[in-house]
């Protein structure tokens, strides 16, 4: 993968991303740290989300309770609380 900085990238973007689409890789760095990958499509089937699973920045959903049983003190369902507290919407 060919480092460029953000200068060259911004200088020569047409150039960069013409052979980006012919299958070459870069990182683009700024004040020499790592900002962005250039990837070509091919290379990046996943989703942004997928990506993001891999890399551990993220974790599925867990089950949601039920909390349409659930009731107050009262004996009263959180549904009915909601619909009272909703009125005539």
Same mark, same amino acid.
């Given at each position: 993968?060919?480092?460029?900085?953000?200068?060259? =990238?911004?200088?020569?973007?047409?150039?960069?991303?013409?052979?980006?689409?012919?299958?070459?890789? =870069?990182?683009?760095?700024?004040?020499?740290?790592? #900002?962005?990958?250039?990837?070509?499509?091919? #290379?990046?089937?996943?989703?942004?989300?997928?990506?993001?699973?891999?890399?551990?920045?993220?974790?599925?959903?867990?089950?949601?309770?039920? =909390?349409? #049983?659930?009731? +107050?003190?009262? +004996?009263?369902?959180?549904?009915?609380?909601?619909?009272?507290?909703?009125?005539?919407?």
């Amino acid at each position: 993968m060919t480092v460029i900085s953000h200068r060259e =990238f911004r200088n020569n973007s047409a150039e960069i991303l013409r052979r980006v689409a012919a299958g070459e890789s =870069f990182v683009v760095t700024n004040n020499g740290v790592a #900002a962005a990958h250039l990837l070509p499509p091919s #290379a990046s089937t996943a989703t942004p989300l997928e990506s993001m699973r891999a890399q551990g920045k993220t974790r599925p959903a867990v089950t949601r309770p039920d =909390f349409t #049983a659930m009731r +107050g003190a009262s +004996g009263v369902s959180s549904r009915e609380v909601l619909e009272d507290l909703r009125g005539d919407r």
